[in-house]
Every structure is written in C-alpha cells, then in structure tokens.
C-alpha cells in the first residue's frame, strides 16, 4: 500500500499568487483531513471531509477551501497568498469516522511564499 | 475549546535512562488521546492511543482525567527513540479533528 500520498511536494508562490494541493488517501478510507504546519509548531487542523461533505473546519479565513472526490482523493485551494501561508501542509486519511480507526499521514507540501 | 500543551520543546537523556513526555490537555468532554512520532525524514505516525492502553516499542501513556494529562513513558530509552513527539486530542462528534501540542524533540544519547 502506498499510504496517503501528496502532491507537490514542494513548490513556491508569490504573494497574491493561488496554490492548489492534492491528495489521494489510502485506498478503501473514505476521511480527508487537511492540516498546515508552520516551522516549529504542531498540525493545526484545517478541513475534514468524508463522503465528499465537509465535516469540520478549523479557523482558517475563506481564502482556504477544499473538496473531496467521488474517488475521495482531495484538493486544498488557498487564494491570495500571504507570506504567513508558507507551511507544510499535510493531509490525513481514515476509513471513516469512527474512534479506534487510525488517522494516516501524508509526506506534506512545502509552500513557500514569497 | 480544546486545547494540548506540551511544555517541554527539548528532551535529553542517555541511553537506559527513563524518559517522560509530558502532556496536558483541555477538554470538557471525553476526549481521545493520542501519540504520534515523526522520525527524521518519516511521515507523522501513531505511537499510540488511550483507548488501545497497549505498549508500543516500550512505550506507555496512561490517561489521567483527574489531572487531564496523557504522559509518555518508557523506563529505558534507546537512541532509535530521538525523534519529535506530538500529543494530540480528538473530541467528541469531531473524531478525526486532532488537536496537536507544539511537539517534544527527544534526544536519547549513547
């Protein structure tokens, strides 16, 4: 199994510019997960998907948005880069919803702004 | 609000010694406690979880709702222990929502 991959995996924007992350779960989990990662701190949790509805959402301006896929493969958008946007965003799958499955974890994205 | 709180950035110690992580947590409810490591150029993966209240690699965590912790221990650390260490909460209807604490870098010496 190839685990929850992520694509870039490393990229660079400039302010204003859009970014546009993607990531395939593991095959048979249907829960998306998005969470950024700022040098030196822990995740923060972004968005949660699961059968392609959203089911959380952390607090991140509009700027931020995701969908999932009838494949439940996701894609993070954020618009209107600000240098405090460079991160390692990471995504996470699960089977579903339930306490006791694991939560998977992909290599990230590095997001340089500049 | 649901908060994590790992106070200490860095850990040292020497290879047997015993080693604690701590974790502090805020919640109203019953949450879901977990530990996740990343070792050096590794993906973020479970270490363990409260509910399981299984040892992993010798480590345990044991939940203390009186005091709303969830340590880390292991009575004899070995270098292939050096890696970052989250704390991380779920709660509620929102599982798969983790909360993280800043992280805990531990260096075991030889």
């Known amino acids: 199994d190839a685990g929850v991959t992520q694509s870039p995996t490393h990229l660079i924007k400039t302010r204003g510019q859009h970014v546009t992350l993607r990531c395939s779960p593991i095959s048979g989990h249907k829960s998306v997960s998005w969470y950024q990662q700022v040098l030196g701190q822990g995740p923060q949790f972004i968005f949660q998907y699961y059968e392609k509805e959203e089911r959380g959402r952390g607090n991140f301006p509009d700027r931020f948005s995701a969908r999932q896929f009838p494949n439940y493969s996701s894609e993070l958008n954020v618009n209107a880069l600000l240098l405090g946007d460079s991160a390692l965003y990471l995504c996470?799958?699960?089977?579903?919803?339930?306490?006791?499955?694991?939560?998977?974890f992909g290599e990230g994205s590095w997001l340089t702004v500049v | 609000a649901q908060r994590v709180t790992q106070p200490e950035k860095l850990l040292s110690v020497f290879k047997g010694a015993p080693v604690e992580l701590k974790c502090n947590y805020s919640?109203?409810?019953?949450?879901?406690l977990f530990w996740y490591v990343q070792y050096s150029r590794q993906r973020l993966q479970l270490l363990l979880r409260?509910?399981s209240r299984e040892s992993i690699k010798g480590f345990t965590a044991d939940l203390n709702k009186g005091e709303t912790s969830f340590h880390l221990k292991k009575p004899f650390a070995q270098e292939e222990d050096s890696a970052m260490y989250y704390c991380a909460l779920s709660g509620g209807t929102s599982y798969g929502k983790l909360t993280f604490g800043q992280g805990t870098i531990l260096t075991v010496h030889p």
């Open positions: 996470a799958s699960s089977p579903g919803l339930h306490s006791g499955n694991t939560i998977y």
């Open positions: 409260h509910i």
């Open positions: 919640y109203s409810g019953s949450p879901e």
